[in-house]
């Protein structure tokens, strides 16, 4: 039975030394780690790492080596990747959840480390590369005779397809539009959101197969968590932990209450390390209702996963 096994780097054993970058552990045990190592979000034990709101999260497991989001400040995330020894030339790729900055804020610094690195996204019409959303495409190619020759687009011959310059020049985006098993073991899981203020985003979630079930890895969870659990258990049906954000924002607290309760009794997931944009009252439900199962997972967390 495996037990809690997190460690916080910037936890009171460590307040008056330096932080000992992962790069510094043995390396044979470095190598075949199996760990998640959150790099940005707006808590965490007291430490010199930087606080800020978004989210970032490195993830290792079976030789892998993997990012997920890339935090909200650029200069604070290269700070935090530095200082716990996170070599961003040496990924096997990155994942992008979804649009918003606080997750992308970091791409251009992971680019200038890691220039050919593969980055996933979802599809964002007009963003990461992607074409133009359908609607706009089917406006720019129809033809209607009464218009004179000027305003017609592209004099009357567009393409078929028009995609928009991403802010990250030269970056290798690949769009997911459905589950895919990207490495053996590792699987991106696109959902949509249908939330007020968020309505049609996609978001893309990591979903890692261990020997004692599925890690998922979510960014803000805009399509609701329990839609994005509901995509996984198709592909393992087994939940061990979930990490990341659950954009608890419109839920009353007795909402919030049954829905951990569920994640515990429903979906049967052992452990839970939520960060980010969960809230402060579902932290301490979470910590009521998983007790020892809850993994604090602020910046600088270090947390065991499965092999």
């Known amino acids: 039975m495996m037990t809690r096994r997190h460690l916080l780097v910037g936890s009171a054993a ?16 470095s190598e075949q ?6 790099l940005f979000d707006a808590f965490g034990a007291p430490s010199g790492l930087k606080r800020g709101w978004g989210y970032a999260a490195f993830i290792e497991h079976g030789g892998r080596r993997i990012l997920f989001d890339t935090g909200g400040n650029t200069k604070d995330f290269a700070a935090n990747a530095s200082a716990l020894g996170v070599d961003l030339k040496k990924l096997d790729f990155v994942a992008l959840s979804h649009r918003h900055n606080d997750h992308t804020a970091g791409l251009n610094h992971v680019l200038r480390e890691n220039p050919a690195v ?21 406006l720019i190619k129809r033809q209607v005779a009464a218009v004179p020759d000027d305003p017609r687009y592209y004099g009357g011959n567009p393409p078929d397809e028009n995609r928009a310059d991403p802010p990250w020049e030269g970056a290798h985006f690949v769009q997911i539009t459905a589950p895919r098993e990207v490495l053996p073991g590792f699987f991106l899981i696109a959902t949509q959101s249908d939330k007020p203020g968020t309505r049609e985003m996609n ?6 197969r261990t020997a004692m079930g599925g890690v998922v890895v979510v960014g803000c969870s805009h399509p609701g968590i329990e839609k994005i659990l509901d995509a996984v258990i198709k592909i393992e049906p087994r939940i061990y932990s979930v990490l990341g954000g659950f954009h608890l924002v419109d839920a009353s607290d007795a909402e919030v209450t049954e829905m951990i309760m569920r994640l515990r009794d429903k979906w049967r997931i052992e452990r839970m390390a939520a960060g980010h944009c969960t809230g402060q009252f579902a932290f301490a439900e979470m910590v009521r209702i998983y007790g020892a199962s809850f993994d604090h997972a602020g910046v600088g967390a270090v947390i065991a996963l499965p092999a």
């Open 14 to 29: 460590s307040l008056t030394a330096p932080f000992a970058p992962l790069s510094l552990r043995p390396a044979g045990a």
């Open 33 to 38: 780690a199996s760990r998640a190592t959150v």
């Open 203 to 208: 978001e893309i979630s990591l979903l890692v």
């Open 118 to 138: 593969t980055i996933y996204t979802p599809v964002e019409g007009a963003g990461f590369g992607s074409p133009l959303p359908p609607g706009l495409t089917t």
